[in-house]
């Protein structure tokens, strides 16, 4: 008989009394680096209360207590009072805040307000509606639909269907509040030795995504089985005739097929050399 430790995930807790964004940023980050152990995770925000604090580490050590695992906590409560009542779980407890703020506090010579949350406030006005435009922008110009302001974008994003062009838009806008828009690579596009006329002018402004052919004829084939648009010759025809495209004309282009969408946009931005707006928001979109 199996040992039951042996066929149990082991629980993460991420928590917060604002949106746990950024606990489940450093979490994820963290458990990123043990890629051979397989973890079940919780999120809970919002967790304000010394009465909600007292009932998740119920349910932390019940966690444990059926897995026969220690959980791990990830906290960034910034509350003393709460983050007390979690430190009494039976838990790997993780809090940056008690981690990090003290030294800071030491080096800056200055007391911190030690509010979690922060990062996530509109502090900016400006910065935020700049955000909010280019993701609208991005909208009114994914995968082609439109290509009136095309003159306006900080970058277009092209490739052929299903190569990640969509969510690494909206990451560049969400994330970086810039105005990208996405064009689809074609069959009819594919024809000829010269770029799409829409696109051409913009040259300077493309950026290719390519992506590797197998996991390309299985995003498709979920949208359209057994179809030839999903077959693996029609998708290594598209990939290596969008390689030959972007190769003659100079396209900068990553391969998406083993990079998250943070990973895709953040070297689109280093490669283009396009500039960041100041304190990003948070947020994880997955190539579809």
């Known amino acids: 008989m199996p040992d039951l430790a042996s066929t149990q995930l082991r629980s993460i807790f991420f928590l917060s009394n604002r949106t746990a964004i950024t606990a489940e940023t450093l979490g994820h980050s963290l458990l990123a680096q043990f890629p051979d152990i397989e973890f079940t995770t919780v999120t809970i925000p919002f967790l304000d209360t010394e009465k909600k604090a007292q009932k998740v580490v119920d349910k932390i050590n ?35 805040f008690d981690r990090f703020l003290p030294d800071l ?22 910065l935020y509606e700049s955000r909010i435009n280019a993701i609208d922008f991005s909208l009114i110009h994914d995968d082609g639909m439109t290509t009136k302001m095309y003159d306006q974008t900080d970058i277009i994003i092209i490739g052929v269907s299903r190569s990640g062009k969509t969510p690494t838009c909206l990451y560049l806008a969400l994330q970086f509040g810039l105005k990208a828009a996405n064009y689809p690579i074609t069959e009819e596009d594919m024809e000829s030795e010269h770029l799409p006329k829409t696109i051409r002018k913009y040259q300077n402004r493309l950026f290719g995504l390519t992506t590797d052919p197998y996991r390309l004829a299985h995003i498709r084939e979920e949208r359209r089985p057994n179809s030839r648009y999903a077959s693996m010759e029609q998708c290594r025809f598209e990939i290596n005739r969008a390689e030959e495209m972007f ?39 997955d190539v579809p």
């Open 105 to 126: 506090e030491e080096t800056l010579n200055q007391h911190s307000i030690h509010e979690s949350g922060q990062s996530h406030r509109i502090s900016n006005e400006s």
């Open 247 to 285: 190769y003659q004309h100079r396209i900068p282009y990553v391969n998406t097929s083993k990079m998250s969408i943070e990973e895709i946009a953040t070297k689109i931005v280093e490669i283009a050399g396009l500039h960041r707006i100041s304190k990003p928001p948070i947020n994880h979109i």
């Open 62 to 96: 019940k966690a444990g207590a059926q897995s026969q695992l220690k959980p791990i906590v990830i906290s960034t409560m910034a509350n003393e009072a709460i983050s007390k009542i979690i430190l009494q779980s039976d838990a790997l407890v993780l809090d940056p």
